[in-house]
């Protein structure tokens, strides 16, 4: 499938045409996606590591380094902050490399969610994926936090990413917040 912006006029379109195609669980992720990295433009040169550290605040600041150093050196850091789509807070970075834009996304787990909702792949059923047009979410289970990788790379590459992050970030999560 095309993604929003090649035939949809705003993201709230695009997630409404989307409706009963994917989880709850899962529309906590695409929300803020759409919203935020897909949709929302930014400046062509990403704010210094210094805005991003303040963006992220005191608690998640150090969650960064944790991330960028996993993710591949092709991707560059665009954007790390705190954000709210839809009455819901995030912790948000996103990641290019040319085309391909990635958000890694956490936010903390309502009562009632879970991502049992989503298939587990193979014997890694730490890790859920799910497919929605020419999007791919690897969802894990980060403590009180629900961790979601979002891009339109391959569903075998972004799910390299979420095995690469969910140890470190789950570690992250659960220590410092």
């Known amino acids: 499938g095309l993604s929003w912006n090649a035939h949809r006029s705003s993201p709230e379109q695009y997630l409404q045409s989307l409706e009963g195609r994917f989880s709850a669980v899962i529309r906590v992720a695409m929300n803020d996606h759409i919203h935020c990295a897909v949709y929302r433009a930014y400046p062509k040169d990403p ?3 210094e805005r991003m550290a303040s963006d992220m605040g005191p608690q998640f600041k150090d969650l960064i380094p944790v991330v960028r150093d996993r993710v591949p050196e092709r991707f560059r850091l665009e954007q790390a902050h705190r954000c709210t789509v839809g009455g819901r807070q995030y912790v948000h970075m996103i990641f290019r490399d040319r085309l391909d ?20 792949v193979g014997g ?6 799910a497919s929605v047009d020419s999007y791919r979410i690897a969802a894990f289970d980060s403590g009180t936090f629900l ?18 992050l969910i140890g470190p970030v789950t570690s992250f999560l659960s220590a410092y917040c």
């Open 147 to 164: 961790t979601y990788i979002v891009s339109e790379m391959p569903s075998q590459e972004n799910l390299a990413m979420a095995a690469a």
């Open 101 to 120: 834009l990635m958000s890694v996304i956490a936010t903390v787990r309502r009562p009632g969610e879970s991502l049992s909702q989503i298939p587990a």
């Open 47 to 49: 704010p210094s590591r």
């Open 124 to 129: 890694a059923a730490q890790i859920r994926t």
